[in-house]
């Protein structure tokens, strides 16, 4: 399944709805859900079993759990059947079930993250910046998947223009591939961590790097180096639809390739990184884990730099393009 979160604009409001892309076009799993209960004889209650089911966010609808997956099934069969019957069917507040996805506006798939943790697992990548600093890479780095908290209300959509921070010279992409947890759990065991896993997402986690420099020199941060903004989409691509072991990485800046990767160069998995951290702390439905740069997925290892006005896209196999231009304040 390949879920998005899409805003429509209606003469009420604008609204934040969760989605299923099939066949190119967006199937609203909600109204499916509701439509469906509506013509299984449910009446007046179908709008308010559906909220409580197959509810309008991917992050409530995450913490429902498998029903909430059995709900999403529903819908988009019974969603299935009307296209092949063509027929006009509404959902219960009179929602559109279907929508083109040029007739909405793309937003992050999770557009408000429990947490943002970014882990540091291509080796590649790694080298390069301990090298700057002069630094071998930490023994620690081997024993164990390291990661720095970013900012979880900072999540920019695709096609989203992501704003160039006044206080930074030297601003840069990077290429990561990101992980959504799906399940509460604790504790984890690597050969289990699977089962927490909800799908995949492009990521990138824009960089200040003149700031983040200072910051990693003092042996704290990144925090402004990094928490001003981070791109998730275009979609989120459930597990069942994607192996993330062996995905060809691209970016493109003004569409010139300058970054080529591969997801399977990561010394480190997914699973471990969902075990490690587990480990005496609770992870929640909702939290986003990215692996950290593809080795040679950035402006610093090529030594390019983006520029106010550049559009970088970052592509990854089996997921899609994330996209967007970077803009200076006025």
């Not at 879920?3 to 199937?27: K, S, Y």
């Not at 593809?294 to 996209?323: A, K, S, T, Y």
């Given at each position: ?27 609203d ?78 937003l992050?798939p ?24 002069g ?11 390291l ?34 947890i799906?399940r ?63 995905l ?11 970054s ?18 587990s ?52």
């Open positions: 399944m390949r879920l998005v979160t899409f805003e429509v604009t209606t003469p009420v409001g604008r609204f934040e709805r969760l989605g299923a892309l099939v066949h190119c076009e967006i199937v799993l909600n109204a499916a859900f509701g439509a469906c209960l509506l013509h299984s004889g449910h009446g007046d209650q179908a709008a308010r079993l559906a909220d409580v089911d197959a509810p309008p966010d991917l992050l409530r609808f995450l913490e429902m759990g498998s029903c909430g997956w059995e709900a999403a099934a529903r819908g988009l069969d019974f969603a299935a059947k009307v296209r092949a019957s063509g027929e006009t069917v509404e959902g219960p507040r009179g929602e559109q079930l279907f929508y083109r996805p040029e007739a909405v506006r793309l992050a999770l557009p408000r993250p429990v947490s943002l943790r970014d882990f540091l697992t291509f080796e590649a990548h790694a080298k390069v910046g301990y090298g700057r600093r630094e071998p890479i930490p023994e620690a780095w081997y024993r164990m998947p990661y720095y908290k970013g900012n979880a209300r900072s999540i920019v959509g695709p096609e989203a223009d992501v704003l160039w921070p006044p206080y930074t010279r030297r601003l840069d992409y990077e290429l990561e591939l990101a992980c959504v799906g509460r759990g604790r504790d984890i065991p690597v050969e289990e961590a699977d089962r927490y896993l909800a799908g995949f997402t492009v990521m990138n986690d824009w960089s200040a790097r003149d700031i983040q420099k200072g910051e990693m020199a003092a042996r704290l941060g990144p925090a402004k180096g990094k928490d001003f903004a981070t791109s998730l989409g275009p979609c989120l691509v459930t597990t069942d639809e994607l192996d993330p072991r062996n060809r990485m691209l970016a493109r800046v003004n569409g010139e390739v300058w080529e990767g591969n997801s399977g160069s990561s010394h480190w998995t997914f699973p471990q990184m969902i075990a490690h951290a480990m005496a702390e609770t992870l929640y439905p909702g939290e986003v884990f990215g692996s950290g740069t593809v080795g040679g997925g950035c402006g610093l290892e090529l030594d390019r730099w983006i520029q106010p006005g550049d559009v970088v896209e970052l592509e990854i196999e089996g997921i899609g393009v994330l996209r967007n231009r970077v803009v200076k304040p006025s």
